[in-house]
């Protein structure tokens, strides 16, 4: 998934149900270990979030 992703693109985690939030990435990295990973941006009651999640965790 990783050389699908890309800045901007619109996701949510893979196993959060329904109900999950979506979230704006703001780019795709290679962390120290070697991990895909995406810095995500949300708002959650009415607060702004980020977070650097492991691609393989996300879906489109």
Same mark, same amino acid.
């Given at each position: 998934?990783?050389?699908?992703?890309?800045?901007? +693109?619109?996701?949510?985690?893979?196993?959060? @149900?329904?109900?999950? #939030?979506?979230?704006?990435?703001?780019? #795709?990295?290679?962390?120290?270990?070697? +991990?895909?990973? $995406?810095?995500?941006?949300?708002?959650?009651? @009415?607060?702004?979030?980020?977070?650097?999640?492991? #691609?393989? $965790?996300?879906?489109?």
């Amino acid at each position: 998934m990783a050389n699908e992703l890309k800045a901007g +693109d619109v996701v949510k985690l893979k196993h959060s @149900g329904t109900q999950g #939030v979506s979230m704006s990435v703001e780019k #795709v990295y290679t962390n120290a270990d070697g +991990d895909e990973v $995406a810095r995500c941006v949300w708002f959650y009651q @009415g607060e702004f979030k980020r977070e650097n999640i492991i #691609v393989n $965790a996300l879906r489109k």
